[in-house]
């Protein structure tokens, strides 16, 4: 196996501030049986419950936040933004998990960023962040978000 997986992930220093603490090829990779790599990016020792009876939750109202225990899954296109422009920070009681599908895109914490792109991983924590797309092109994010306590 000579690929590699970026995986960023993100925690809080002695002053609470969001800062990036891991930053590099993931350190677990093993053999699928069909002979391809298999990525671990992180593991939750919680999981969720599935009903088997089907209601599209997500008609209705919609929130930033996955619900409470609960969890959301989404692709979210973000535009190129103009050089300056103020970008939305923001913080969320969850467990993000990151995925560039296409094009590239800045994570901002409170005092650093990163450059992410297209196949990058970003474990986001609880962190205060934002997004910038400075590349004049569309990137395209694949988020699952899931229900945590907030840090205090």
């Known amino acids: 196996m000579t690929a590699e997986q970026r ?10 501030t969001a800062v990036f603490v891991a930053d590099g090829p993931t350190p677990n990779v093993w053999e699928a049986p069909d002979g391809g790599p298999v990525y671990e990016l992180w593991k939750a020792a919680d999981r969720a419950e599935n009903a088997a009876d089907f209601v599209d939750s997500i008609l209705g109202e919609t929130q930033f ?30 467990l993000d998990y990151c995925y560039i599908i296409d094009g590239t895109i800045v994570a901002v914490l409170d005092d650093e960023e990163r450059v992410l792109s297209a196949g990058d991983v970003l474990v986001q924590r609880g962190t205060n962040h934002g997004w910038r797309n400075e590349s004049g092109k569309p990137c395209k994010v694949l988020f699952v978000l899931i ?3 907030p840090i205090a």
């Open 7 to 16: 995986r960023l992930v993100t925690g809080h220093d002695e002053n609470g």
């Open 65 to 94: 936040p996955p619900p409470a225990g609960g969890s959301v899954f989404r692709i979210v296109d973000f535009a190129p933004r103009e050089p300056g422009e103020q970008i939305h920070m923001h913080r969320t009681p969850s």
């Open 147 to 149: 229900d945590t306590d």
